[in-house]
């Protein structure tokens, strides 16, 4: 049977890895294979599965189920990261455990010697990568590990070791989150790899920076601070001038203390031709409360194109100045051509998506998604703050407020470039949310919160609910629904639209000429790119904030990978985890007609150690059985 390929943005490209979270180094989120097709995804079914582990008891952290980090797969096999500080590795093709990795850490003692990391959702893992002969892992204690994609043997390189990234940072006065929630990224070219701090959002968060690493030895090369430093500095943002969207102002931050920025959640596009990464940034914090930080508080809830040589900004953009509502610019950039013109495409948590030029940052079009509602001070115009001065949305009251969208945005997750297509989901949930107007130096206050968070105390709880009018007590009151919009890469138009009736997390994939995604109400979804028509759906069972993602086996036989559990509670059940690996039975063989092609799939079947999966089989039982006496003998196990 002979098969054809839809040329991707690399025409060798044959779809037969996912290595990057979201597919490739420009974050499309496509992957040009067509065997999972419209057709014959009816003929989806269940190869394996794989049950998680309770995750195990680490000294100083609460560790969390599940997975939410999406599966990576290469030469057959796949990867997967998990919330509680564990990798397990599994043959495509049969299930079998080829090794498993658990990171050793006592929490309590990193802080010690690393005072400025702070304990904040520890362990939780959004995003991993692969580059080259290793799967880079972050960990809780700001660090990286560089598993080697065939033995799980451990490596560390330089300045990315434990707690170096987060020690003794210039001019900073606040606390590091040390869990990394978004993986780095490496430019091939230059061999950089680019990674940054991240933050908790709440008046600890700390002086956020992006930098840039020698991917061999680890050594640091660059960094960009995203504020001033603590104490503050008046023209700190004057240097910048010209260079964005929004205007630098003098005092910009105040005496930035007791606020913060960091990275957003997303991996990030690089241009390897020109050297530029395409980074988001987190919402300032604390998200609710700016008593401290006045100005448009550049570099947050922005898009930063970046030298990645040499760290020089090259332009910005600031989607929501003086950030009031938690909106950061979380997600995949996405980086594709329109006319021989590269533009970078985002949808940051206000909703809206733009796209931009990517060598100067000019707006080409802009998107604001008419599901969207808007309550509560939030503003659909671009960079709506005209005060800059002020401290929460309604100020001066300090009645409790609705805000859409919610802490969590208006954007349900990554974005997909395809078939001359953006898509992207939009979700509208609200957030019930009680101000502290006096909580700007309380170090573990996000300035407010909300009724879908648990808050500090059953008094606060009770108030809260005492706070709540009747008629608003119904969850139905406020929208909780979401859209997945196509929208023309050249003018923005929408070319069909597909309704979902739940809130929406984890983003979209595009391949076989369809767009898939995952839903909370436990179902797997597939829609016609050209139409929008749903062409398949699969029941699982339990909420999936997670998309899917598409690789081979080392036959070259394509699979559809879903991870279910790991959520927030407020997304779904939290559930300890499962993994999933079906694909299309008697479905089409990879073809074998096109030199290049057998080129590719010889590669692939000279790199992957079947035969050392049967003899560690046996050694991956054993450390499952003891994985409840700790990490430490885990690893000592492995590494025998």
Known sequence: MVITYVDAQNQKDRGFAWSKSNYDVKQTNYNPQNQI?????????????????????QTGLELHPGLRARPLIANGLVYMASNFNMVFVHNVGTGLPLWGYAYPINMT???????????????????????????????????????????????????????????????????????LYSSPVVDSESRILVTGTSV????????????????DSGDLLWRFYLMPPSGGEQDWAMKYKGLGNVDPTSDDWGDAKNVGVGIATGQWAIDEENGIVYVGTSAPGPYYNAANRPGPNL?????????????ELLWYYQTSSHDLFGHGCNWNTVLGEVDDRKVLFKACDDGRLLA??????????????????????????????????????????????????????????????????????TTNYCDYVVPEPNSENDLQSFGAYTRTE????????????????????????MPKNSTLYAVNIIDGSVEWTFDVDDAHRGGLIASGEMVIFSSLDGSINALDEQTGELVFNKFIGAS??????????????????????????????PVSGVFIAAHIRGGPMVPIDSEPLEEIEAEEQAELPLNVVLPVIILIVIVFIIASFGPSRIISIVKK
């Open 544 to 573: 999936l904030g997670t998309s899917p993602t598409i690789a081979s086996a080392a036959s070259g036989e394509q699979f559809i990978f879903q991870t279910v559990g790991g959520l927030p509670e407020r997304f779904g059940q």
């Open 200 to 215: 908790s959002g709440k008046a600890e968060s700390g002086r956020g920076y992006i930098a840039g690493f020698d991917v």
């Open 37 to 57: 097709t419209k057709e014959t995804l009816p003929y989806l079914v269940d190869e394996w599965t794989n049950a998680f582990i309770i995750p195990p008891i």
């Open 356 to 425: 931009l030029d990517a060598s100067d940052g000019e707006l080409i079009w802009s998107f604001l998604p008419p599901n969207i509602k808007y309550v509560g001070g939030v503003d659909n115009s671009l960079n709506p703050a005209t005060d800059l001065n002020k401290k929460w949305p309604t100020e001066p009251s300090t009645n409790s407020y609705w805000q859409c969208p919610g802490i969590t945005g208006a954007t349900g997750g990554n974005i997909a470039l395809a078939y001359g297509k953006i898509f992207y989901m």
């Open 454 to 477: 648990l808050p500090k105390s059953v008094r606060a709880y009770q108030r809260v609910q005492d706070d709540i009018p009747e008629e608003f007590r119904k969850d139905h009151v």
């Open 109 to 179: 003692k990193v802080i010690e010697e690393y005072p400025r990391i702070s304990t904040f959702n520890s362990g939780i893992l959004e995003e991993a990568t692969i580059f080259e002969n290793n799967l880079i892992f972050p960990t809780p204690d700001c660090g990286m590990v560089f598993l080697d994609l065939m033995t799980g043997s451990p490596g560390f390189r330089g300045e990315l070791t434990r707690g170096q990234m987060c020690d003794a940072i210039e001019g900073n006065g606040g606390y590091y989150t040390g869990q």
């Open 299 to 311: 570099f947050s809830s922005s898009i930063l194109a970046l030298d990645i040589t040499t760290g």
